[in-house]
């Protein structure tokens, strides 16, 4: 499998903010984090908790929160390792809160590997793993919340194939149609219909950000009915065009 085939799941980036600097993810993060500070200092803002990090500290950020992140340099830049990826192996149903996870030198070791390394291979993941496995012990599970599990399956279900009936996706999920409305809602605070664009725009985000293809081909793979109500969905979703989108990656 190629790089490009990994990209849509995974990103491993490091940032440097040279002054204070916010980012708005109010809609909700499309994949879990793991960042560490190794310049700097932080405050991630949810609705539940505020969470202060400053330099050393090794974060965990799940899919699905929605928060506000600000980036204090107070005149030294501030520089974070992050490492995102889609799915986490556990048999932890409910998932994990936004925490805090304390170092030891094994996932100092693992974590380093991704202050320099950016590519996105079969190395790479499994380093991703490795450090994932030696991590899972020191978070906080969520409380098993029925309408998280049925949204997280949903997100599941919606990535594997994003453009079936709303029926069809409450059927396989053993719930109405109904059901599946209030669940995303109470969840995210989104319809399912919303997270199904969100979902698709992060599709064509990975095609911008990966291939050659054109706005009009990456709308055509994706579904959309048009150019301009493509464009239209994407700006909601991100706030960006998509020139914009090719013109740098994401930030945590």
């Not at 209030?182 to 992060?202: D, G, W």
């Amino acid at each position: 499998m190629n790089e490009s085939s990994f990209s849509k799941y995974f990103l491993f980036n490091n940032f440097i903010y040279n002054r204070f600097h916010h980012n708005d993810n109010s809609h909700g993060v499309e994949k879990h984090f793991i960042g560490y500070i190794k310049e700097g200092n932080a405050k991630i803002v949810s609705e539940t908790t505020t969470l202060k990090l400053k330099k050393g500290d090794m974060f965990y950020i799940p899919r699905g929160l929605k928060y506000h992140s600000y980036w204090d340099t107070e005149g030294i830049p501030t520089h974070i390792i992050s490492i995102g990826f889609t799915y986490f192996p556990s048999e932890c149903t409910s998932g994990y809160e936004l925490g805090i996870i304390p170092l030891n030198p094994r996932i100092s070791d693992l974590l380093m590997y991704f202050a320099s390394v950016r590519r996105i291979n079969c190395e790479s993941i499994a380093t991703l793993y490795s450090l994932i496995n030696l991590t899972e012990g020191f978070l906080t599970k969520r409380k098993d919340l029925k309408h998280d599990i049925i949204t997280d399956a949903l997100m599941s279900l919606m990535d594997n194939d994003p453009h079936k009936k709303m029926d069809d996706y409450a059927n396989e999920l053993g719930i109405s149609i109904s059901m599946l409305y209030k669940y995303t809602k109470k969840s995210l605070n989104k319809s399912p219909n919303r997270l199904r664009q969100e979902i698709i725009c992060q599709k064509a985000i990975n095609l911008l950000e990966t291939s050659s293809y054109s706005v009009e081909e990456i709308c055509s793979i994706c579904r959309f009915s048009s150019t301009s109500y493509f464009r239209k969905v994407l700006f909601s979703v991100t706030q960006k065009t998509p020139t914009q989108i090719r013109m740098g990656a994401g930030n945590i």
